[in-house]
């Protein structure tokens, strides 16, 4: 059963529309609809978001692993994660039911849920939101156990992502508002048909398993040497075939994708990937 | 006669594309086209780019005003303004002919050229950039005279701005990339048809004067009440008639334009804008 469940925005500072639809449930209360469940609405990181950054010194949302769980680390994240984990958590012994962490992305990525296992909870859930709201994406990130990962839905007993773009940060766009809260009250509005047993014979669905990070190509002082190609910005979650461009040179040439097998590219172009230099991601497409 | 001209990358650290086109003529040389020009290409602001930021402590944008360069303020853009303006200045008494500081917006600007004064050069030049691109847009702030203005591109003996969106803060995309590049060459090629006498009797243009600056509406708490409405978002520089909603309220209300007149709004939903609560600014159609 699914009773309490936490529903987070500011798990990273600047990206508002989780922001703006927890502000809005905490002044004017959660829908009706959605009585039979004990909802928490929570803020993460309120300096990351008074100082509208993604954070302060470290990402928030990669402290929640033991070794970071149990560090002296001084870093602002790091000790805001313990105290959010005592409040949510604990992670592995949690009295939270569910966990619903929502972000956004500069990347087209549409409404996009991001689930973290396959089993049978995660596959009746995939199954409801696209069957309720056929155009949000289902993004399985299972490549290990739950508790491995440093979210910090993990510290729930189960836990969520939602992933909506595309949208700068610190700015608020009216169509990924609307996404974003279509598909927070789908996933309560599946909670009570689970809690009802009515999720268990819907259809099977189909949904993207993330594969590898893909970099952008740098030069020898450690500078990109492209940019995304203008056919596969705004692409996320479009087959990629192999032979199609993906990154357009500065010197005028183009770049390929050389992989053996069509892909599904998305968190492309992504704001918060910058230091990083990840280009994209690919997927694989998978039937839950 | 126009022969230096300085182009400005990096004046906000996080605007990528203007920073990309400077570091890319920096390593390969500006077009041959341009040659009969004395052109420098030169990074406003090392320390924000490197922190992907658009400024560490002050607005670099608003610092060229007597004031400020000879004030005592140990804010690093205020430091560094006073540099700027020794190298590319001095405000009033400049050797650089024209100063070409491009940008880039959250907004669905398109390429937009900014322009401070309305006087025969700026005409021509406005003229010339419509006739080789169409697609550009006239942005004319001249509500004050060019001096009393804060902005870099003021140091020199003249000045514009290059404005291109919609690109979120820290990301590079192509198209902009390329906007970018095709109104700062057009730029240059004008500078050259103008000192071989060739601008001067060009078709008139339109053009978008800067009108007012319009905030979101707040509550009691300094919280925003509403988001831009769906149908204004991304509608930079289309006519804003009376009764169109231009705010849509998180109570489901919708917020209309009650100007008297139509009006051309910009800057809509622009990020770094974000905490003065700008949510878009007004301009009237003019004919240059």
Known sequence: M???????????????????????WMQNGIPSAFSSLNIRCFFANHAAMQANVRFLDEDLNRQFL????????????????????QELGPKGESNTDL???????????????????TDDFHIQMARYVKQHMPEANILVEDEKPVPEH?????????????EVGAQPQGVLREDVYQLTQTLTETLLAFCQAYNDGKTQN????????LGVNIDFPMNEDGERKAMIHHQLQDADFVPLLPGQPIFRCFDGTDITWQGEDVTYPHFINEAAYHKLHVAFATASLVTL
């Open 2 to 24: 699914i009773n309490s469940v936490a529903i987070v925005g500011g798990t990273h500072g600047n990206e508002t529309s989780g922001i703006q639809l927890v502000r809005n």
């Open 66 to 85: 033991p070794e970071r769980l149990n560090s002296d680390s001084d870093a602002k994240e790091a000790i805001l994660a313990k105290k959010i984990n």
């Open 99 to 117: 966990v619903i962490d929502i972000h956004n992305t500069t990347s087209h990525m549409g409404a996009t849920l991001i689930i973290l296992a």
């Open 150 to 162: 440093p979210y910090l839905c993990t510290i729930g007993r189960r836990g969520v992502m939602v």
């Open 202 to 209: 819907l259809p099977e669905c189909e949904a993207f398993r």
